[in-house]
Structures are given as C-alpha cells and as structure tokens.
C-alpha cells in the first residue's frame, strides 16, 4: 500500500454566491484502488497555497500520523 495526498476542491454557495475551496486528502492506493482515507476540505481559496502543501507532504512522504498536525499548522499562520 502507497500513500499519496492530493487537493480536493469545494464549490459552497449560499443565497446569492459560489465560492470554490480547496483542501486536502490523504488517498492509500494499492494496485488500482485508490480509497481516501483523511481528508480536511475548505482550508483555503488559495490553490496555489494548497498545492505547495500537498507537494510538500509527498515530496517529504509524510507520516499519516502527522497529517492533522500539518493542516493546524498551515491554518494558523
């Protein structure tokens, strides 16, 4: 089994409004299944932001244990 994380999107809306979100999913591949096993959705608008963070976390091959602590951090600052 492989780890791997990738950027979600959202689209949410309310009465008059779309916005589109971005976040991120910790996906365990094993031959031609890919099943998400964490995920945390609308952490940013910014996509650029969100795609250095999953590129960072599969480039460092980050723990899953870690994955929880990686967004707290991104989110506070």
């Known amino acids: 089994m492989k780890y791997k994380y ?3 999107q959202t689209t949410l809306a ?3 409004f779309y916005r ?3 976040g991120v999913a910790l996906v365990e591949t094993s031959g031609d299944i890919a099943v998400v096993i964490d995920e945390y959705s609308d952490i ?11 590129r960072l976390c599969n480039e460092m091959e980050l ?8 967004v707290e951090d991104f989110l506070a600052k």
């Not at 940013?44 to 999953?54: A, G, H, K, P, R």
């Open 20 to 22: 589109t979100s971005w």
């Open 14 to 16: 309310d009465d008059k």
């Open 63 to 70: 723990d899953k244990s870690h994955f929880a602590d990686v």
């Open 6 to 8: 990738i950027p979600t």
């Open 44 to 54: 940013s608008q910014n996509i650029e932001d969100i795609t250095n963070l999953v």
